[in-house]
Nanobody
Framework: QVQLVESGGGLVQAGGSLTLSCATS????????MAWFRQAPGKEREFVAR????????YYTDPVKGRFTISRHTAKNTVYLQMNSLKPEDTAVYYC??????????????WGQGTQVTVSV
């Protein structure tokens, strides 16, 4: 069982920054690509960013490109999402999950509790 624990969300004004963390079990972490997803009220969960198992390749969806940075610390079994220049439309619950490289779809059949990011005007 791979555990997913997201943290780091909060309330921030537009233009501000937050860094999210995703702690995993580590059992298969080193060999799996990871991704961040988000779900805004009334909307479907959407892909945000992906990082390869090696950390050497990243991919971002257009709305966050240039503002968000995904990274990972293998020894800590943790994936991060640095969010800069936040906009109100970034408001959502953010989740992490394992993905296959090149994919925007989650592998695990479950999600963590997520972490709420609220960006005010």
């Amino acid at each position: 069982q791979v555990q997913l624990v997201e943290s780091g969300g909060g309330l921030v004004q537009a233009g501000g920054s937050l860094t999210l963390s995703c702690a995993t079990s580590g059992r298969t972490f080193s060999s799996a690509a990871m991704a961040w997803f988000r779900q805004a009220p009334g909307k479907e969960r959407e892909f945000v960013a992906r990082i390869a198992n090696s950390g050497g390749s990243t991919y971002y969806t257009d709305p966050v490109k240039g503002r968000f940075t995904i990274s990972r610390h293998t020894a800590k079994n943790t994936v991060y999402l640095q969010m800069n220049s936040l906009k109100p439309e970034d408001t959502a619950v953010y989740y992490c999950n394992q993905v296959r490289i090149g994919s925007r779809e989650p592998i695990l059949g479950y999600w963590g509790q997520g972490t709420q990011v609220t960006v005010s005007v």
